[in-house]
């Protein structure tokens, strides 16, 4: 069981390439979602989504696209990088839309530099 | 909007001395969620707090969820090498669906 897989594990770009990270999960989950993780700010909400066709913006929303053509993928795309977008991204499920009872579930991360 | 706010930001701890992490968040929650992330690795599902008051516990880790459900802590008591790591806190509004909204996390050294 290969739970939530992302790609790549690493990324670098220069100021204005776009480019797309693949999120994956093969556990049915209705719930998915991004994060960025920057030092001294936690984890923050960028998109996530309910349910296949469903999305909605986070906390930190600009300067990325999502969508959700399928249950199991969730792609976050990346317009015209930037170096503040330089991060480390989590893509996260869980089981229920409402992640109100259902623990999330991180992929191990990308890791990307934007010079 | 939603804010949850965690401290302190770093602690740095003798092995065997007890360790709490606050977090308190400015609108009422429907459930508090907590995460452990070891470093280089990814946050990983610790408990769910739902109730009112409530207190949890796993072996040495008590957590508790404020009578207003605005707050919660995690204590760990007697620090192990294996405690080491960033701890979070993420908190859903009520009535807030599908928005789970993390804490700044607490980053746990252990001496041993």
């Known amino acids: 069981n290969a739970g939530v897989t992302q790609t790549p594990k690493f990324q670098v770009l220069k100021t204005g390439q776009s480019m797309t990270l693949q999120c994956a999960q093969d556990?049915?989950?209705?719930?998915m979602s991004w994060y960025r993780q920057d030092p001294g700010m936690g984890l923050r909400l960028i998109h996530y989504?309910?349910?296949?066709?469903?999305?909605d913006q986070g906390e930190v929303p600009n300067g990325y696209n999502v969508s959700r053509s399928t249950t199991e993928d969730f792609p976050l795309r990346l317009l015209s990088a930037a170096p503040s977008q330089t991060s480390v991204y989590f893509c996260a499920s869980s089981y229920a839309g409402d992640s109100r009872y259902s623990p999330l579930h991180f992929g191990n991360g990308t890791r990307l530099t934007v010079t | 909007g939603q804010q949850v706010m965690q401290i302190p930001q770093y602690q740095h701890v003798q092995e065997g001395e007890d360790f709490t992490t606050y977090c308190n968040s400015s609108t009422t929650l429907s459930n508090i969620q907590w995460y452990k992330q070891r470093p280089g690795g990814h946050p990983v599902f610790l408990i769910q707090l739902v109730k009112s008051g409530e207190v949890k516990k796993q072996k040495r880790l008590t957590f508790q969820f404020g009578e207003a459900k605005k707050n919660s802590s995690l204590h760990i008591t007697a620090t192990q090498t294996t405690d080491v790591g960033t701890y979070f806190c993420a908190g859903q509004s009520s009535g807030n669906t599908g928005k789970l909204i993390f804490g700044q996390g607490t980053t746990l050294q252990v001496k041993p």
């Open positions: 989504s309910v349910g296949a066709g469903i999305t």
């Open positions: 556990m049915n989950h209705e719930y």
